[in-house]
């Protein structure tokens, strides 16, 4: 989620927010006999405050879980789990008067900077790596289709390959319309003749599927592919540079189609390290909040008796 | 020029329009961690409180308690059912059982958590902070109206009184003529010779050992044998903080003891002791005089030093033993208690022990108590002991100046603020919190408590 214009009043709200609660905070650390700790009248208020918004900030997944609910925009919740989220963190340090304690307090507190720091680089990722992934990847998909499209992608340019060496063998049955029309229309390029129809080259057609079999269907089929000579655009294109020499013009625009394919895979490769980046700070996020949830309820409950 | 072209219609032909609905490794992984972490962490805390309690700890003990790591319930006793297990006021005084800081006087008596804040590590419990004592006396509210004590103190730094023995009115209780200025003047008259008298030769914490350098060389007599080991207005005192009283056969003796001779005869100078003492040791001084010197009678009877006031000499010649005895005793009664007792002390002339005027017979003088304040801050506690790095006159600057007995030579607050600071050791000084000087608990009243646990009880884990 952008934090933009549409977050103005949560800013100012929870701004005002903190800005209050800090203004009690310093005389009441100053005054309270026994210092400022969660044990208080005020520390209590404090920790009963910040305890609500981490609820309301948990409760975003089951919003999630169960869109239907009439009980306001996805949006809002959205906006209200990261200004109330981000609030609880100096309500909680206002709490416990910025110590950190020993035992469970000290494991909450812990597990709240995680959760925190997490959700600050979260809401950093989100504000920025959207934008980032649709303008450096033109060619974006559903993350979670890449893999089939990957497939896809192998069998479009196996595809390609074969009607090549078919063409490249002489077998005009297997040519296909393109082929046979581009052998027909071939003449002089750039004052060059070169070719005047489909050609009978055994060899570039052996080396052709050598080249799709050797680097192009392993680097396809597999994601990441990290360290393949077609990995890398500049090596890519040389290497299909080398093929449009070994191949005549005819079979060129091919090889174009093939080129392409290799760079849509490497968009999905960065289009699926975007998504990593940008969701990976969940897998610590997510599951820190359950735990704090969970061990947070503990310390309500056992503060109450001790 | 390629020819694959990416229309949306050939996009979302590729799609798998149930995908959501298929697993997916990070969805996954979100959803096992999201299971896993909830659950190692309730397994820490499972973990943790089956081996002890402080896992519900707020912070660790202070240092005297810390023992008790393992025994949360002897303080966290439950009460109101199984539930509530907060630290009540008994708890504490099980084993502190003292009562509080003017219980009778006071609007309301707080309660020991609210000042003494365990499960903070500190080392000290009993050093509360300011704001426990500025509650109340910010603006001091007594049950009867008026407070005893001065009603605003909020910090040491700028709202502290004076120390009440130097305000306006305060005076010296002591009744000894002391002067300061003369004791240390150079080529003082020793015992044996010329002497420059220092501070501690005469000021000691009652906890330093060793000779006193101007103590009597022997003790004569059993009432100065007691006084001078016993520390009778040294009351509530640590003997490392509080000065050895000033007693006469420790400080003074040694030069002083030739102020008690009276008479060139004796050897032996009179006892520094009460009046009747004096005088019941006179009469058997000369009664055993006369008994072993038969012409006694015939010896011209002359005052041994200059007598002060007037009197007829020669004196007549004593007939019969009892004027001779009357003649003697008269005569060192005058040098004893008009002279040398007078150079130090206030006499009470002509009146009985009682204290009541005495008509015809001479009654024997009253020496005035020597009420030598052993402290001076009966409200606070001082440690010389952790001054010891400091000369003397470095508090006490009026002191070599002083020549009156009613001067009272006690540093000012303005000498403790020069190193004791509200915010301590963040300035770099001393610490200037209420703790460090004053008590709330009158411990004088302490009740005895009675242990209850056996080391292998208090230390087993729980």
């Known amino acids: ?128 790596m959207p934008r980032l992934t649709t303008q450096r990847i033109p060619l974006e998909t559903i993350y979670e289709q890449i893999g089939r499209v990957r497939s896809q992608l192998v069998a479009e340019a196996q595809t390609l390959i074969e009607e090549g060496s078919a063409a490249l063998r002489g077998s005009v049955s297997r040519a296909t319309e393109q082929q046979r029309a581009a052998s027909a229309s071939a003449g002089t390029i750039g004052g060059l003749t070169v070719a005047s129809g489909l050609q009978v080259d055994e060899g570039a057609s052996i080396q052709l599927q050598d080249f799709f079999r050797r680097e192009m269907q392993p680097y396809i089929a597999h994601g990441g592919s990290k360290g393949m000579a077609l990995a890398d655009r500049n090596r890519s294109q040389a290497m299909f540079q080398q093929l449009r020499v070994l191949l005549p013009p005819n079979m060129h625009p091919s090889v174009d189609d093939l080129e392409n394919i290799c760079e849509e895979k490497r968009e999905l490769d960065q289009q699926t390290q975007y998504h990593r980046i940008l969701h990976a700070w969940l897998l610590v996020h997510i599951p820190a909040s359950y735990a704090l949830l969970l061990l947070g309820a503990v310390h309500a409950v056992m503060a109450l008796r001790y | 020029m390629a020819r694959r072209i990416r ?331 008009d002279k040398g007792c007078k150079l130090c002390h206030v006499m009470l002339e002509g009146q009985g022990a009682d204290g009541k005027t005495t008509e015809g017979k001479a009654a024997l003088p009253m020496v005035a108590k020597s009420s030598i304040p052993a402290r001076w801050f009966l409200h606070a506690e001082f440690s010389h002991d952790s001054h010891r790095l400091l000369t003397c006159t470095a508090c006490h600057n009026r002191t070599p100046e002083s020549r009156q007995t009613a001067d009272i030579l006690l540093p000012g607050i303005a000498s403790c603020r020069s190193c004791h600071e509200d915010s301590g050791a963040q300035h770099d000084a001393a610490s200037g919190r209420c703790s460090e000087c004053h008590s709330y608990h009158d411990w004088t009243k302490e009740r005895p408590t009675k242990g209850k646990f056996t080391i292998q009880q208090l230390r087993a884990a729980k």
């Open chain 1, 1 to 128: 989620m952008r934090i933009d214009e549409t977050h103005r009043k949560w800013f100012i709200g929870s701004l005002a927010a903190l800005v209050v609660a800090a203004a009690v905070y310093v005389p009441y650390s100053r005054n309270a006999p026994e210092g400022a700790n969660g044990g208080t009248v005020a520390g209590l208020i404090y920790g009963s405050v910040a305890s609500a918004f981490m609820l309301f900030a948990g409760l975003l997944g089951a919003r999630k879980k169960v869109p239907i609910w009439r009980v306001g925009r996805a949006q809002a919740w959205m906006r209200g789990h990261l200004w109330l989220g981000f609030l609880s963190f100096p309500l909680i340090l206002f709490h416990s008067g910025f110590r950190f304690g020993v035992g469970l307090t000290k494991g909450l507190m812990w597990l709240f900077v995680v959760v925190f720091v997490s959700g600050i680089v979260g809401a950093v990722l989100q504000h920025f």
């Open chain 2, 7 to 337: 229309t949306t219609k050939n996009l979302a032909k590729r799609m798998d329009l149930q995908y959501f609905k298929q697993a997916h490794p990070l969805r996954s992984w979100r959803l096992w961690l999201s299971i896993l972490v909830p659950v190692v962490a309730a397994g820490w805390f499972t973990a943790q409180r089956a081996t002890s309690q402080k896992i519900y700890g707020s912070g660790p003990l202070s240092a005297a308690h810390a023992v008790l790591g393992k025994k949360c319930d002897v303080c966290h006793a439950t009460t109101l059912g199984f539930f509530h297990a907060k630290v009540s006021d008994n708890a504490c005084s099980k084993c502190h059982d003292a009562p509080a800081h003017h219980a009778d006087k006071v609007a309301f008596t707080v309660g020991c958590g609210s000042c003494h804040i365990e499960h903070t590590g500190s080392p000290r419990l009993a050093s509360t902070q300011d704001a426990s004592c500025v509650q109340c006396h910010a603006d001091l509210r007594t049950r009867s109206g008026n407070p005893q004590y001065v009603r605003a103190v909020k910090d040491f730094d700028k709202e502290h009184p004076e120390f009440a023995a130097l305000r306006p009115g305060a005076h010296d209780p002591g009744q000894i003529k002391l002067n300061h200025y003369a004791h240390l003047k150079p080529n003082l008259a020793g015992p044996t010779g010329p002497v420059q008298m220092d501070c501690q030769d005469c000021h000691r914490v009652a906890a330093v050992g060793g000779a006193w350098p101007y103590a009597m060389p022997q003790v004569v007599s059993q009432h100065e044998a007691a006084a001078a080991s016993t520390s009778a207005d040294l009351k509530h005192s640590h003997s490392q903080d509080y000065m050895a009283p000033i007693l006469y056969v420790n400080q003074c003796a040694g030069c002083h003891v030739k102020d008690l001779q009276f008479d060139r005869r004796f050897d032996q100078a009179a006892p520094h002791d009460k009046p009747d003492v004096v005088q019941a040791f006179l009469i058997q001084k000369y009664s055993d005089y006369f008994a072993s010197h038969p012409r006694a009678l015939a010896e011209a009877v002359a005052p041994e030093r200059i007598l002060p006031g007037k009197m007829k000499l020669p004196l007549p010649v004593p007939h019969n033993r009892q004027e001779w005895m009357d003649q003697q005793i008269m005569l060192a009664d005058r040098l004893l208690f």
